[in-house]
């Protein structure tokens, strides 16, 4: 299809482990966000990427969170030492450039940190 | 302080009704949007319906409707004939003027179950 991907789907690490989360957004979208979301709650924001510029990494937990968009298209979250209260859904989203409205998300990486 | 409230943590109604889904925001700016997601149990958030702070008129989406009460700082979204597929998360989600791209604050979320 043609919507955002993202992968896996789910994964499970053990406490320590780094993990590395991918997103594909949708050909020719210029915005590229990406969004944790805890089990009973609303997403919050992460990180923003026009094209490959990290234009804002204020929703970032810690340093042990980092994103990247090299050639900007496809996107990496990455987390090291990976905490329980890293648990949570990874949501991808991307959109044109611009204020004029939603955004298109992907169906979210399911962390597990045991 | 939370920025987006939606007081209703989970809403029930009948196929074909009208449910109306509550949302009141916080803001300090003139310059405003407000969202309305759906995020069915698959995971997928899905965009619904926009508002401006500007917009003079409520926004309309097919069977979605925003009521926007700009004084009441309220955005409540309103589906008409409910369909069992409506069954699913909703979420209230608002971006302030101070950026230039849709960076959104999100709400807690609605859960609204559609009953045959």
């Known amino acids: 299809g043609a919507g955002v991907s993202q992968s896996p789907r789910y994964k499970v690490a053990k406490r320590g482990q780094d993990v590395a989360l991918r997103c594909d957004p949708i050909?020719?979208?210029?915005?590229l966000f990406w969004y944790q979301q805890a089990l009973g709650q609303g997403p919050e924001f992460l990180t923003y990427f026009q094209n490959e510029a990290q234009l804002d990494k204020s929703g970032l937990p810690s340093d042990r969170f980092f994103a990247e968009r090299p050639e900007g298209s496809v996107s990496t979250l990455k987390i090291q030492r990976t905490q329980q209260e890293d648990s949570a859904v990874y949501l991808c989203?991307?959109?044109?450039?611009?204020?004029?409205?939603?955004?298109?998300f992907g169906p979210g990486t399911r962390l597990t940190v045991l | 302080a939370q920025k987006i409230t939606q007081t209703q943590p989970g809403m029930f109604v009948q196929e074909k009704e009208a449910v109306t889904l509550d949302c009141t925001y916080d803001t300090s700016d003139q310059s405003y949007g407000l969202f309305w997601y759906k995020q069915p149990s698959s995971g997928e958030m899905i965009f619904l319906i926009y508002q401006g702070s500007y917009d003079e008129q409520n926004a309309t989406e097919g069977r979605y409707s925003l009521n926007f009460q700009k004084a009441r700082k309220s955005a409540n979204l309103v589906i008409s004939a409910s369909q069992l597929g409506d069954s699913a998360m909703y979420f209230c989600?608002?971006?302030?003027?101070?950026?230039?791209?849709?960076?959104?604050?999100f709400g807690p979320g609605t859960s609204l179950s559609v009953i045959p």
């Open positions: 050909s020719g979208h210029v915005s």
């Open positions: 989600a608002m971006r302030e003027g101070k950026t230039s791209y849709d960076k959104v604050i």
């Open positions: 989203a991307s959109s044109l450039l611009g204020r004029s409205g939603g955004k298109y």
